[in-house]
């Protein structure tokens, strides 16, 4: 097991959103019980068997980086955080499906971490158009995730659900909610089990068998990206 391949992937959100406890779900299969704030990153791995059930089918190591911090950080801190978004072949979004703002924090967070020398407070979260091409033309492979999904009121569930098809159709990524406290929901089989290992295959293919070099991610020279209005309502 010590030889395998391994890729890297960002987990990225506001602080409370619940990324320790699904990353802890992802890796573990199992309910974190007593969550606390992440200072700094914490890593932890997931065995993932890339194209399962096919004759190519290969076992990988996904090391998950759960990045702490606040988007209102200060600028040594955003500099420090940058450390980590270095090699980087994928990005889990989170955001909490009960609070608008971590939702539209997801912006600054994108743009943190695919510019790493660049501040997010450049980013304008307004009414307007929204460049779509911008992330189609972006060589990491993007998943969004939502969590606390139980704890949506039934009377604003499909307000917040069409909310978060707008936001995945922005970051040109699937989508999965769930609740991080009940493991049902990425249970083999499930729609969301099949979303999470597309989009592992998606980052193994870019980073170990994309015959492009412009393709492959982690590279240190990529793509700036600015925001200069999005259509988040």
């Not at 010590?2 to 890796?27: E, F, N, P, Q, T």
């Not at 189609?136 to 939502?146: K, T």
């Amino acid at each position: 097991m010590a030889s395998l391949d391994r890729i890297k992937v960002l987990v990225l959100g506001d602080s409370g959103v619940g990324k320790s406890s699904l990353v802890h779900l992802l890796c573990q299969n199992q309910v974190l019980g007593n969550p606390s704030w992440t200072v700094g990153c914490s890593v932890d791995v997931r065995v993932h068997d890339y194209k399962e059930g096919t004759p190519e089918e290969k076992t990988f190591y996904i090391e998950l980086w759960d990045v702490g911090g606040s988007i209102g950080s200060a600028s040594s801190v955003i500099s420090t955080r940058a450390v980590f978004y270095n090699s980087v072949n994928g990005i889990i979004l989170v955001h909490d499906l009960t609070n608008k703002k971590s939702s539209q924090n997801l912006y600054r967070w994108s743009l943190e971490a695919l510019n790493k020398d660049s501040s997010p407070t450049g980013v304008i979260v307004s009414n307007g158009d929204y460049d779509r091409e911008q992330f189609a033309e972006n060589p990491v492979p993007l998943l969004l995730i939502g969590t606390k999904f139980d704890q949506i009121p039934d009377n604003k569930r499909n307000d917040v659900l069409t909310r978060t098809a707008f936001l995945s159709e922005d970051f040109n990524a699937e989508e999965i909610n769930l609740d991080c406290t009940n493991p049902r929901y990425l249970a083999a089989g499930t729609s969301n089990a099949v979303k999470l290992s597309r989009f592992f295959d998606k980052v193994i293919e870019k980073r170990y068998f994309t015959r492009d070099p412009s393709q492959m991610t982690g590279f240190t020279d990529r793509k700036r990206f600015n925001f200069k209005s999005l259509h988040y309502d």
